[in-house]
């Protein structure tokens, strides 16, 4: 049996470190995506990511949306790293429980996924398995000096986010629990669980103008995702103005919920937190999208949260998978 | 429920009608791997093969063996075009009573399988999952004019096979059912089923000087891949000599067995069938691993075998994944 304290985060080390490791990698191991040197400066960059019915589906989300999320989850390392996703292959394991029409839906959600990003499905693979399962794996390439790596953040720099979070803790709380919430505030948490986006845009605009020092997609959560690029590039983050969506902090002081746990916990958020040089955050006001939300310390692997009460550690806690039954789980 | 007609190939058809096609795609839907082009007559090439414990693991097989014929399998379809594997990138689905030295196990077996063809794992993704999923994604890049499809097989070409085929069908039945065998045979067989090798190095030649017309690898079994490849190219193969391993002939020939049935129809073999000028198949004989086993028709879609007793239709029949329970599979 698993040990619990075994977690996913020690089974990637354990598997990375029995890699041998590539001369010359452009991109170390343990980034969002991984990368190989195809000629004339430019990169191959290469992501996949499993989606698991078990552990990844919430009540009530249909296949379409489904196949279309786990699509939008590996475009979105992509969109972190400032790279244009050009082809989507999709290895499918599928129950034999599914009808023809839920194979449609998934066929029809991957291809969705795609196009919404100008990527194109190119094949795949179809097993039967007992759960659902949806790997996707995405290509697309850039020049060497465009690519917003994780390692790359230097003391100095701001933090900054594209967009607000909060709305998928509250969101799978409706969901799986049946939570009441004003109708607005409902619509919007469930569709950020039923129909994410990726920060494409942003993350393609941040390459080319070379604007980001670093960049991270926040699928794990904003907490984690945080300490995942402050020890990454060996430095430490001093957040001062918490990203929480509007809607998230009005409903938790009425309901009196911790909004900053909502929004530093939910994870499956594909908003990409970067770090700029403060020149660079200033220019990229005309992009719009960035908020800024803190500063790069020299006090490496430390991500703490300032207040008007002082500065407190932020939890190193990460997006847990759904836990539908009562044994241990993986991650 | 699935109806039982509907099988992996119609699964396939559906998902792959329902993808909006790459304009200019340089491979067409359906082939051994998914191409794009990327400037300077390069072509990246992306290949995922998922292996699925339910269906796909033989009695004994340990993890190592199983992620490394993951990778292999994965490679086998990269030989088969011509292409050198550089990155392989892997998604894993773990049941929780996975130990930490079975993932070991797994994070070995990937890079041996790697590294046995001069290509590096650089990522990967882990879920957990009720039955151990492995999904390899293979990338390489080549020219345009070097990648064999599978569609460019023409009437008057030669059909060549990298091996001889017979070994896993027995292999099988010695691991799943007991099947007494003598020592070496039994050597051979179980080897093929849990230490198989991919043509990559033949594969790569007959890129290079432009040897074959068209290409596949042979992992569905010999006469499913016949078939594959005939349908694709629009044209028919007449068989004249079964490429069957000596071994398996004198045991069948012993033990009442059907060496031919066993050759055909046995399936994860990764041997290459291609199709080749004669001229070319002449030149080719330098290489030493090439065997001529028939010709190319002008009757599309039909694969036939002559023999001493005349011509016969080879059954259209593919290896089907092992069944280990009384309900209908998906293939």
New interface residues.
Partial sequence: ???HG?G?RR??E?????????PG?PIP???D????R???N?L?V???????G???LPRGMSLWQASRKAVISTISDLAAKGVRP??I??????P?????RD??E???G??SG??EYGA????????????L?I?V?A?G?CSEEEIIRRDTANVGDKVAVTGDFGLTALGLRIIEEGLKVPRRLMVEATSAIFMPRARLREGLALAKHHLATASIDSSDGLAWSLYELAESSGVGFEIEHLPIHNLVKEYALKAGLDAAELALYGGEEYELIVTMKPAALKRSRKLGALKYIGSVTGEEGRVTLRSESGVCEIERKGYE?LKRDS?????
């Avoid at 354990?14 to 590539?22: A, G, K, P, T, Y």
């Avoid at 194109?120 to 759960?131: A, F, M, P």
Wanted: glycine share 8%; hydrophobic share 45%.
């Fill in positions: 049996m698993i040990r075994l996913e089974i990637i354990i598997i990375m470190s029995l890699q041998e490791r590539m990698n191991f343990g980034d995506v991984s990368a190989v195809i000629g004339g430019r191959a290469l992501k996949c990511d499993m989606l698991v078990m552990t990844d050009q082809a292959l999709a290895s499918l394991g599928l034999r429980s599914l009808s023809e194979i449609r998934i066929g029809s991957l291809n795609a196009r194109y499905v190119l094949g795949g693979d179809t097993n039967e398995s007992k759960d399962v790997d794996s290509f390439s998978h044994q241990p789980q993986l991650t």
